[in-house]
């Protein structure tokens, strides 16, 4: 039986209700008032979320039942084609490395005068971390669901290396797309939810841990808490503070700003982020970003390319188009194929970043699904071959 509680829909709403939540708590001063258009653009995208599940849901005719013994076989096909992308990895990682003389923990206990935004080539890097999401993940699996148990060092290697690159956000993409890999066919129990909290709890410390060693500072966000909740935040570890701060910060530039700023009506500014680094000066002229109200937090927002063009109807537009990729990808997935199992975890994770980020239109993402789908199609081939 699958998950159901990984579905799209309820993934989407549980996170956008949850960060809309964490808004009125007002725990920080630098958050505005959740209203008005930014109300109309939540509501929106979660009513055409369920409209979109529903319809993808009565279409969709599946009755497939889960086969250990089939999906194991599947599993050791997609060991086979990440073993490949794997030493590719590894190469690139080298490069980097030697390029940027070490790595960025390294730099904070020596004299190296660099930090981790200096490190490597942007787009040798960008393919680095998609080989990385995308060959962690199947390993991942290979242990939960296969006798891989070889590889045992490799994923605890890799789990590692974010650490080692003082990268958060490469972290917290794995999380996501390794925890829909292996709970997409299993049953949550008590011991899945305790895991879950304790997995929880741990990486919001190592959150806290890595962004205080990237700034030097420790809680540099300290000066925004509410004196309401001052002592309570004093009192617990860092990393809530990050937290909340990250998850609020991105929203509360579309709170703050919506409006402020003449719509661009282009699509430059929302396939930005599908454009390698390297090519972005030649395409796109430099101009200010109009959502950044801190610049200790510039990530951007929300749909923020669909929503500096298109205002509201951007981001309604942002929403649906990752619903219907992610919902067809979950009932891919529900096919039994791990190939599309792979491209839905990556899915799964743009649904609860995209309260964040617009990680869907992304160079990484996007190069991911074709990697996933080329997967996908490999292992129908070779089951074919397998019944034969």
């Not at 159901?4 to 829909?9: A, G, M, S, V």
């Not at 669901?145 to 590692?160: D, G, H, Q």
Request: proline residues 3%; positive net charge; aromatic residues 18%.
């Amino acid at each position: 039986m699958w998950n159901k509680l990984l579905n799209p829909w309820l993934v989407f709403t549980s996170v956008w209700i949850f960060v809309a939540i964490f808004i009125k708590l007002q725990i920080t001063v630098n958050i505005g008032e959740l209203k008005g258009p930014v109300w109309a653009i939540i509501w929106i995208n979660l009513i055409t979320s369920l409209y979109l599940f529903v319809f993808f849901l009565l279409i969709r005719n599946l009755k497939y039942k889960f086969d250990p013994r089939i999906f194991a076989l599947q599993v050791g096909i997609a060991a086979k084609f990440a073993h490949k992308l794997f030493f590719t990895w590894i190469i690139l990682v080298l490069i980097d490395v030697i390029y940027s003389k070490g790595f960025p923990l390294l730099w904070i206990f020596t004299d190296f005068n660099s930090d981790y935004t200096n490190l490597g080539i942007p787009s040798l890097r960008g393919i680095q971390h998609t080989l990385y999401l995308f060959v962690f993940t199947i390993y991942v699996l290979c242990i939960k669901f296969s006798k891989f148990k070889n590889l045992k060092t490799i994923v605890l290697l890799l789990a590692v290396y974010p650490i080692l690159m003082l990268s958060r956000s490469l972290m917290m993409y794995a999380l996501f797309q390794v925890m829909c890999s292996i709970l997409f066919w299993s049953k949550i129990n008590l011991r899945h939810l305790l895991t879950g909290v304790l997995s929880g709890i741990a990486v919001i410390f190592l959150f806290g841990i890595l962004g205080d060693a990237r700034g030097g500072n420790v809680n540099p966000f300290s000066y925004l808490i509410s004196p309401f909740y001052a002592d309570l935040m004093e009192k617990l570890p860092t990393g809530f503070t990050w937290v909340y701060v990250y998850l609020t910060a991105n929203f509360n530039n579309i709170i703050i700003t919506y409006g402020s700023y003449d719509l661009s009506y282009s699509l430059g500014d929302i396939l930005y982020n599908l454009v390698p680094g390297i090519l972005k000066s030649f395409l796109f002229s430099t101009k200010e970003p109009v959502l950044i109200t801190d610049e200790n937090l510039n990530v951007a927002s929300f749909y923020a390319g669909y929503i500096t063009s298109y205002g509201i109807l951007g981001a309604i537009l942002g929403g649906v188009l990752l619903q219907i990729i992610a919902t067809k990808f979950y009932f891919l997935a529900r096919s039994g194929n791990v190939g599309y199992l792979i491209g839905y975890s990556i899915l799964f994770s743009c649904l609860i970043i995209s309260v964040f980020f617009d990680a869907l239109m992304t160079v990484s993402t996007v190069a991911q699904i074709a990697l996933a789908i080329f997967l996908a199609r490999h292992i129908e081939f070779q089951m074919k071959n397998y019944d034969r």
